[in-house]
């Protein structure tokens, strides 16, 4: 009887101990499926090629820069050719996208041409530092390059003749600025200059200049005159208080497709991810 009753208990205790081993045992590892990766933002190879207005340079340049920065396969040129050029390389296929720095006017519309606003500019109206005049009005500049005043003491200034300096026929600066002052082919120039550094350059050089630029690239080496009592800057031109100004403008052809790599360049520069990059090149993004 003890026998049996020894080997019933040895059952019992096998069985107790392998019941607190199973209860013991740790549970197995779980592993949770890990998240699919975001997927990377497409990267372009190829080239993008731009060609047109020298006052577009510096935003162009940043856009350019910073677009392949992002896309190391890409090239980006820029040819600084002046607006009716850039407009007319659209035309031929020479480029992918144009830059005027002035409104398409409505024949080169009629010819399959697109523009999109990148950006507001003003176009400042330049005298060479030495020059005590701070201030004129839109009909005052009018009169000074149409040749009704000609010396600087009429103006309030010191005296001397005044030097007329702007850009070739063709430019979208001296377009916008001729329509704004109401001076198309009016103006007596003493030199067309064929880029806006040319312009700066000539100011800066002549203490009787005058001259007007793309307020993105005004240097100190000569003045920006206020306007009707306002100071050109990204503020005023933004809020219309500045009255000289005028559009950035992409051209490209309608019913022509652009590279891929063409493509993405035109989609970042006016998408709102590329304000800032717009902004910090001195002119007002319209996006």
Not at 75 to 92: D, H, M, Q, R
Not at 147 to 170: C, D, K, M, P, Q
Not at 210 to 238: C, F, H, M, N, W
Request: contains cysteine; proline residues 3%.
């Amino acid at each position: 009887m003890k026998s049996m009753i020894s080997i019933v208990l040895a059952v019992l205790m096998v069985l107790a101990m392998a019941g607190c081993a199973e209860r013991g045992a740790a549970a197995p590892a779980v592993t949770a499926a890990a998240p699919d990766a975001a997927p990377a933002a497409e990267k372009y190879t190829g080239t993008v090629s731009t060609d047109g207005s020298t006052s577009m340079e510096k935003v162009i340049g940043a856009l350019g820069e910073s677009f392949m920065a992002a896309n190391d396969g890409v090239t980006f040129t820029y040819n600084p050719t002046g607006s009716g050029s850039g407009i007319k390389a659209v035309l031929e296929g020479r480029c992918d996208i144009g830059l005027s720095s002035r409104a398409l006017k409505a024949e080169e519309e009629a010819q399959g041409l697109v523009g999109t606003t990148l950006a507001i500019d003003g176009i400042a109206v330049i005298v060479n530092p030495a020059n005590t005049v701070e201030d004129l009005d839109v009909e005052t500049i009018a009169k000074i390059y149409t040749g009704e005043i000609t010396g600087w003491s009429e103006v309030g200034g010191n005296g001397g003749e005044i030097v007329l300096i702007g850009r070739e026929a063709g430019s979208g600066t001296r377009g916008g600025f001729e329509e704004i002052t109401e001076t198309v082919d009016k103006c007596q120039y003493r030199q067309e200059l064929t880029s806006t550094g040319d312009v700066i350059t000539a100011v800066a050089q002549n203490p009787g200049a005058i001259g007007y630029a793309s307020l993105a690239s005004v240097k100190d080496t000569v003045k920006a005159l206020k306007v009707a009592g306002v100071a050109p800057s990204e503020e005023t031109v933004k809020d219309g208080t500045y009255l000289i100004q005028r559009p950035f403008v992409l051209v490209t052809r309608e019913g022509t497709e652009l590279a891929p790599a063409a493509q993405a360049f035109f989609g970042y520069v006016t998408s709102a991810e590329a304000n800032e990059v717009i902004a910090a090149a001195g002119v007002v993004p319209v996006n």
